[in-house]
Each structure stands twice: as C-alpha cells, then as structure tokens.
T-cell receptor
Framework: GQNIDQPTEMTATEGAIVQINCTYQTSGFNGLFWYQQHAGEAPTFLSYNVLDGLEEKGRFSSFLSRSKGYSYLLLKELQMKDSASYLCAVVPGANNLFFGTGTRLTVIP | DVKVTQSSRYLVKRTGEKVFLECVQDMDHENMFWYRQDPGLGLRLIYFSYDVKMKEKGDIPEGYSVSREKKERFSLILESASTNQTSMYLC????????????FGDGTRLSIL
C-alpha cells in the first residue's frame, strides 16, 4: 500500500521560517513533488526532488532523504499570501502521483 | 503558459444521471489525469491517460469511466451518479517524463442530489 503523512495544520508568523514535513511509504519511488493550493484554487507546482539533498528556489526550499522516506518544504520570510495548503506527492510508478492529504498553513501578522 | 480548462465550475445533477466532465489542455501534453478532492482525504487519482485512446485505472476508479479520443481532451464519465460522488473534481496534464509537473484546471464542484 501507499501512505504519505503530513501535519494537518500549522500556524506561523509573518516574516518567520516554517518547515512542513512529509514522510512516505510507497511501492516505488521516482521523485517527490510539492504543490501549493490556495483555498478554492488549483494546485500549483512548487518543487521536485528525486536525489537526496536540498533544492533551493527563492524563499522556498525542499529537502529529500530517500533512505528515510522523508521530505520537507522550508518557507522563509513568510508572507500573508503564503497562507495555503501544501501538498506532498510521490511518483510511485511511471507518471502518476500519489498525494498526501496536505498541510494547511496559516500565516498570522 | 499551460492552460487546462474544465467545462464547468459548478454542476448539480440527480442520482442515477449519467454525468460528463470535460477537460481540455492546450500544451500538447501526453499525460492527462482526473482526481477528486475531498476534505481530509486529499487528492485521489481516478483515471489517467498516457496517449490517445489509452487509459489506466488510478486508485479509485469504481463508478467512473474515461474517454480520450483526441490528445487535448480527456473526459470523465459518471455512469450512474450517486450521492457519494459529490466532490471537487480536478483535471491535470503533464509532459511524458516523470520529472515534469502536472498542471491543474480550476476544478468542477459537482453536487449529486
């Protein structure tokens, strides 16, 4: 079976740093995606990791450890517009994705 | 910019009806996907397609079928709608390679009464 665990909700302060964790157990592994989804909108792509290590992209970074089945998304210099759900998704096979249930992040002033 | 267009934003149908949800993408993507999104359950894959006239079952295909007659269009069909199919339905497309992100449509909120 497939399983992805993420915290359901997180709250952080504007200007701070927040780390959203994702642990996975899947039948196969061909990479891990992070998506952002604002309420009532479509998910949008943030990052992709397939090798161990940190990928940095502006204020957002994503880390992967394949041996531990673990990833995190790091958001720096939080802004109010970062309030959204963050979805972790694994590529277990050829092209399909298996999604976690998402983490709802609330940024407070 | 990739554009994935779903035919309806909101749809209300009755139990037992046959329901068609349409999705069109304009970037010549090989892969297309249908998901449903429910609170506490996240995005779950219903069906996907790698090529025209080709389809694969996802994690929850029961009660659904799909059609891909043209590369740009992927249709989801609820053969006989039931109340437990009330949900947000999201279509996505991507290039063939597994490191390519999926691009999502705005979704169709379907209510079955």
């Amino acid at each position: 079976g497939q399983n992805i665990d993420q915290p359901t909700e997180m709250t952080a302060t504007e200007g701070a740093i927040v780390q959203i964790n994702c642990t996975y157990q899947t039948s196969g592994f061909n990479g891990l995606f992070w998506y952002q989804q604002h309420a009532g909108e479509a998910p949008t792509f943030l990052s992709y990791n397939v090798l161990d290590g940190l990928e940095e992209k502006g204020r957002f970074s994503s880390f992967l450890s394949r041996s531990k089945g673990y990833s995190y998304l790091l958001l720096k210099e939080l802004q109010m517009k970062d309030s959204a759900s963050y979805l972790c998704a694994v590529v277990p096979g050829a092209n399909n994705l298996f999604f976690g249930t998402g983490t709802r992040l609330t940024v407070i002033p | 910019d990739v554009k994935v267009t779903q035919s309806s934003r909101y749809l209300v149908k009755r139990t037992g009806e046959k329901v068609f949800l349409e999705c069109v993408q304009d970037m010549d993507h090989e892969n297309m996907f249908w998901y449903r999104q429910d609170p506490g359950l996240g995005l779950r894959l219903i069906y996907f397609s790698y090529d025209v006239k080709m389809k694969e079952k996802g994690d929850i295909p029961e009660g659904y079928s799909v059609s891909r007659e043209k590369k740009e269009r992927f249709s989801l069909i609820l053969e006989s709608a039931s109340t437990n199919q009330t949900s947000m339905y999201l279509c996505a497309s991507s290039l063939h390679d597994r490191d390519q992100p999926q691009h999502f449509g705005d979704g169709t909120r379907l209510s079955i009464l």
